[in-house]
């Protein structure tokens, strides 16, 4: 019991530790030895969300993928977010776009490759 115990304590910090908990919830991790590297799995929690090219709010998911995100190290372990995200429809008969990918402004810029970095992440 113990060791189960230590390890619910071990995904409740690492929740506490990820990008916006709001926009995002933790899928799963792993932890490589060597190299030292963690890889984490977030997915992005359903909610409505709007067109970034007119702003109407859309609740039609198109697909999804998966993007890529590099952090900074923790301690000697170099880490990988891995992003599930949402393509969405955009309902707007006048909008030009209409497919979009959902905005997720705490955790990534669109087409960043490395992700926004938490002040509680920031150690000097």
């Known amino acids: 019991m113990a060791s189960r115990r230590s390890h619910i304590d071990g ?12 926009s995002v919830r933790l899928e799963t991790w792993s932890l490589e030895p060597a190299p030292a590297s963690i890889t984490v799995t977030l997915r992005s929690r359903p909610h409505q969300t709007r067109c970034p090219l007119c702003g ?4 039609r998911t198109h697909s999804r993928y998966e993007r890529t995100l590099a952090d900074l190290p923790w301690g000697e372990h170099a880490i990988t977010i891995k992003l599930g995200v949402r393509r969405m429809f955009c309902d707007s008969a006048l909008c030009e776009r209409h497919i979009f990918t959902e905005r997720l402004p705490g955790v990534a810029a669109p087409w960043a490759k490395v992700s926004k970095v938490s002040p ?4 000097e």
């Open 11 to 22: 995904v409740n910090l690492l929740s506490r530790l990820l990008p916006d908990p709001a």
């Open 56 to 59: 109407k709010r859309s609740k």
């Open 120 to 123: 509680a992440k920031q150690v």
